[in-house]
């Protein structure tokens, strides 16, 4: 039977026993194949209902994902964050374009998008580390998922919706308690550790290693022992940009100690005004860091981790949970009690024991 222009030809078998039909959109020809007439008739009526059918314009121009995305990223650049837009492109760069670039936009089915996503898990949890995962962890699945579905929100809306969002996995807290704190900067005082200034302001206020490397001195107030926070230094973009959040956009006050060590620090490198204080290459201190927590025989944490032991030690000892809070940034109390809920049950039993001692 004839069919109309557009609904596509017939389904026929070819000699090695699978069918085959095709469709003629915009001069263009798009065959179909499937091991039964049913099959091929399926995915031929699937792409004539589908965006690239009603529209085929759409995607003039854009002959590969690779170009397609380098379009989506330059419009993208205008509207984001820097720190949200390096994330883009770092993942764009180093995972969605080496799988998926060569390909037709039009060709893209949620099928190459699952076979990505399984792909990044496993690496994850194979732990492999090289040149071209050095980035991966459990967020970059994330970060993929979010790109594919915004990229192709209008070529093709219905792109990912089979397709399942990747779960993060929440990274466990390992802070140190206060005698570890303490025993570690005593270490790293007394070899005078090139980044001695730099644990003791994580340790004793809870900065981001983000917002510490992106410090000025004029952003320091020693007199009273203020840091201003205005900025975060983005690793990647190797430039100080906008912090995410307004809450992280905050004052707090640095202990005496802290002070005199920072003071020293400065005099001792001979930085001004808005020049960076601490100018640490992020990867080299790591391995610094871990080297400094063998010697000094605590327990090896991630860099974030003396963030979390500050607000540990903190709480443990009695620092309201406001005031703690407010120096990490966070964007309520609530964000604060939910991480550290672990602290708290002993402070629960003490704070009942005052209490007590006070009614009587």
């Not at 798009?30 to 209902?49: E, N, P, V």
């Not at 170009?67 to 764009?92: F, H, N, P, Q």
Request: glycine share 6%.
């Amino acid at each position: 039977m004839a069919r109309s222009k557009g609904e596509g030809s017939t389904v026929k078998q070819r000699k090695d026993g699978r069918f085959v039909c095709h469709v003629t959109i915009a001069g263009k020809r798009t065959f179909f194949y499937g091991q039964s007439r049913k099959d091929a008739g399926d995915k031929m009526r699937a792409f004539l209902s589908s965006p690239v059918a009603a529209n085929p314009k759409k995607f003039d121009g854009h002959r590969t994902i690779n170009e397609l995305l380098d379009s989506w990223l330059a419009r993208k650049k205008k509207a984001i964050k820097d720190r949200t837009y390096g994330s883009y492109e770092s993942v764009v760069r180093l995972h969605i374009k080496p799988a998926l670039g060569e390909l037709d936009p039009a060709k893209l089915t949620a099928r190459h998008v699952v076979a990505l996503l399984d792909a990044l898990e496993h690496t994850v949890k194979a732990g492999r580390k090289d040149d071209s995962t050095d980035m991966i962890g459990p967020r970059t699945g994330q970060i993929v998922y979010t790109t594919l579905s915004q990229a192709f929100r209008i070529l093709n809306p219905c792109l990912m919706l089979t397709v399942p969002k990747p779960k993060g996995e929440k990274m466990e807290i390992q802070p140190w308690d206060g005698e570890q704190a303490r025993t570690f900067l005593l270490h790293v005082d007394a070899v005078n550790d090139a980044a001695a200034a730099l644990y003791r302001l994580a340790l004793t206020t809870g900065m981001r290693k983000g917002e510490m490397l992106a410090l000025t001195v004029n952003d320091l107030n020693f007199k009273n022992g203020e840091v201003r926070i205005t900025k975060t230094w983005n690793e990647k973009m190797l430039k100080a940009t906008s912090p995410k959040t307004k809450s992280s956009r905050r004052t707090i006050i640095m202990p005496e100690r802290t002070r005199q060590a920072l003071r020293a620090y400065i005099m001792q490198v001979g930085v001004r005004g808005d020049s960076r204080i601490f100018t640490l290459e992020p990867r080299n201190l790591t391995k610094s860091m871990h080297k400094a927590m063998e010697a000094a025989k605590v327990p090896k944490i991630r860099f974030h981790d003396l963030r979390h032991s500050y607000a540990t030690v903190a709480l443990a000892a009695g620092v309201n949970v406001k005031v703690i809070s407010l120096s990490l940034g966070h964007a309520s109390v609530k964000i604060t009690l939910d991480t550290y809920a672990h602290v708290l049950p002993g402070q629960s039993e003490a704070a009942a024991e005052k209490i007590d001692a006070a009614i009587g």
